[in-house]
T-cell receptor
Framework: DGGITQSPKYLFRKEGQNVTLSCEQNLNHDAMYWYRQDPGQGLRLIYYSQIVNDFQKGDIAEGYSVSREKKESFPLTVTSAQKNPTAFYLC??????????????FGDGTRLSIL | GDSVTQMEGPVTLSEEAFLTINCTYTATGYPSLFWYVQYPGEGLQLLLKATKADDKGSNKGFEATYRKETTSFHLEKGSVQVSDSAVYFCALSAEQAGTALIFGKGTTLSVSS
């Protein structure tokens, strides 16, 4: 079955450490997204990519970095510069056919906590 | 900029009660509108969508109608079940960010038997 796989499901970060969250999709979607979810705040866009080797900052990109070397993969690195990283991170993908307004498909998320 | 406002929760209902979750939006252009559902510990699943004014999206007994005159997309279900307990998100397509979506803050629904 096609879908989005996020790993790990739970992740712990020590102070000053960078951690990388994995996101892989086999839906053949061009666009991929990273969101951060905090209680009572909904989803906020961190980064998105509409094509391989290109990505744009979302609303809360500070302290995060991404890469898009392959169509299927869009890993997110939470750097030590992100002072409040504890959250639920969601990866999504979609086609880039704006006129058809296709919805985004989501992975099951990674919960990141500080040790 | 574009935004989505949802009624704050939690919403607590008894089984078989009628559900309405209000959603209004602000947008330039002609966005598509979506409702997503999130069960505990999981990602978001698309519940329904509408791509133009007066469209009605429906799925699993849930319905929402795209009202351009009131900039609303309220979610309704005639008879809720315990299994409908989840967080519901209203979202719109944001033309200024390619195909990224803008989400409301979510409304928690709790249904008791």
């Amino acid at each position: 079955d096609g879908g989005i796989t996020q790993s790990p499901k739970y992740l712990f970060r020590k102070e000053g450490q960078n951690v990388t969250l994995s996101c892989e999709q086999n839906l053949n979607h061009d666009a991929m997204y990273w969101y951060r979810q905090d209680p009572g705040q909904g989803l906020r866009l961190i980064y998105y990519s509409q094509i391989v080797n290109d990505f744009q900052k979302g609303d809360i990109a500070e302290g995060y970095s991404v890469s898009r070397e392959k169509k299927e993969s869009f890993p997110l690195t939470v750097t030590s510069a992100q002072k409040n990283p504890t959250a639920f991170y969601l990866c999504a993908s979609s086609t880039t056919e704006v006129w058809s307004n296709q919805p985004q498909h989501f992975g099951d998320g990674t919960r990141l906590s500080i040790l | 900029g574009d935004s989505v406002t949802q009624m704050e929760g939690p919403v607590t209902l008894s089984e078989e009660a009628f559900l309405t979750i209000n959603c209004t939006y602000t947008a330039t252009g002609y966005p598509s509108l979506f409702w997503y559902v999130q069960y505990p510990g999981e990602g978001l699943q698309l519940l329904l969508k509408a791509t133009k004014a007066d469209d009605k999206g429906s799925n699993k007994g849930f319905e929402a109608t795209y009202r351009k005159e009131t900039t609303s997309f309220h979610l309704e279900k005639g008879s809720v079940q315990v299994s409908d307990s989840a967080v519901y998100f209203c979202a719109l397509s944001a033309e200024q960010a390619g195909t990224a979506l803008i989400f409301g803050k979510g409304t928690t629904l709790s249904v008791s038997s």
